[in-house]
C-alpha cells in the first residue's frame, strides 16, 4: 500500500505541474535541421541528420527540464554534445533555438576549443564537423516555459581541438 501512494503522489505532481511533451512534426524537424546546416553549409561542413534515437533521448531531458521547470542544465557525464534553450514564448517556432545559439557566432574566435569556450560553445556544437547526427526534443514547463534539448552524435567542443 505504501509503494502504491508514493506512485500515486508522483502522479498527481506531474498533473498538479502541468508539463507537456512538445511534439516536433516533420515539418518542424526539417526547420531545426535547417538551422543547423545554415550555418555548416557557410563553412563548407557536411549537413547534419536527424536522428530519431537521439531525438528521444532529448525528449527524455527536456521534459525533465520541463518537470522541475526552474532551470536548464546539461546532464551529467554525457556521451553526447548537448545544446539547450529555454525559451518563454516559442510561439510554436522551436528552429528559433538553434538561431539563439547561432547567435553565438559573433563571440567565436577560430582555435582550438579552451577554457573560454562557454560564450559560443553552443554555436561550436552546431558546426562542430566531427558531428554527423542531432535529434531534438522540446517540453513545456506549468509555467510556460520551452523547454528545448538538441542532442549531437559525435559530441563536439573538445578541448584542444578546432571545430572544423
Same mark, same amino acid.
Given at each position: ?42 563553412? /563548407? ?35 553526447? /554534445? ?22 553565438? =557566432?559573433?563571440?567565436? =574566435? ?21 558531428? =554527423? =547526427? ?7 514547463? @506549468?509555467?510556460? @516555459? ?9 559530441? /563536439? ?8
Amino acid at each position: 500500500m505504501k509503494k502504491l501512494s508514493v506512485l500515486f503522489f508522483l502522479f498527481g505532481l506531474q498533473v498538479a505541474y502541468g508539463q507537456e511533451i512538445v511534439t516536433i512534426d516533420s515539418k518542424m524537424q526539417q526547420a531545426i535541421l535547417n538551422e543547423h546546416n545554415k550555418e555548416r553549409a557557410l563553412l /563548407g561542413i557536411q549537413n547534419l541528420i536527424w536522428d530519431k534515437d537521439l531525438a528521444s533521448y532529448a525528449q527524455e531531458w527536456a521534459l525533465h527540464l520541463a518537470e522541475e521547470d526552474d532551470d536548464i542544465y546539461h546532464r551529467e557525464m554525457d556521451e553526447f /554534445g548537448e545544446n539547450i534553450s529555454w525559451m518563454s514564448n516559442s510561439e510554436g517556432n522551436l528552429a528559433r533555438g538553434v538561431s539563439m545559439w547561432n547567435e553565438e =557566432k559573433v563571440y567565436f =574566435k577560430y582555435k582550438p576549443i579552451g577554457n573560454d569556450w562557454a560564450k559560443a560553445g553552443h554555436y561550436t556544437q552546431v558546426i562542430w564537423k566531427n558531428t =554527423k =547526427k542531432v535529434g531534438c526534443g522540446c517540453a513545456q514547463g @506549468a509555467s510556460g @516555459a520551452t523547454f528545448f534539448v538538441c542532442n549531437y552524435d559525435p559530441h /563536439g567542443n573538445v578541448i584542444g581541438l578546432k571545430p572544423y
